[in-house]
Each structure stands twice: as C-alpha cells, then as structure tokens.
C-alpha cells in the first residue's frame, strides 16, 4: 500500500475515533514521542512490527497495512 493511502487510512481512523496525535502515544504500551507517531501518519517513517502492532490495536486497523506492496 502506498505512503499516502496509509496517511489517509491512519487519519480517518484517528479523528474517527476522536484522538489527537498524543492521545494515540499515550496508549500505546511502547515509548514513541508524538513527533514520531506523526512521521508515521504523514507517511515520512515506517513504523517497526510492534509500533505498527500497537498504532493498529488503538486506531482498531489491520497492522500488515504498514507493509503491503501495491504489487499485481
């Protein structure tokens, strides 16, 4: 999947669930700064397998997004 269709799937999930950037650091169970969470969602970092894991569980998506190829 693409930087940008992550951006965009990370965003709606977010405000959907009413959250800003800290609010999602802040219940993630792994040290990352609210900085770094919005590098992610911007599509400027790749989140390691257990920040994908924990982002995915709080914003209630599929973590594999992170790293799927848009490949036919």
Do not use: C
Not at 5 to 34: C, F, G, W
Request: avoid cysteine; glycine fraction near 2%; hydrophobic fraction near 40%.
């Amino acid at each position: 999947m693409d930087k940008q269709r992550i951006s965009m799937l990370l965003k709606e999930a977010r405000k959907r669930k009413k959250l800003t950037h800290q609010n999602v650091v802040d219940r993630s169970k792994i040290p990352i700064t609210r900085q770094y969470y919005g590098a992610i969602e911007r599509g400027e970092r790749t989140p390691k397998v257990n920040v994908a894991k924990q982002i995915a569980t709080i914003l209630e998506i599929d973590w594999v997004i992170f790293f799927e190829d848009d490949v036919n």
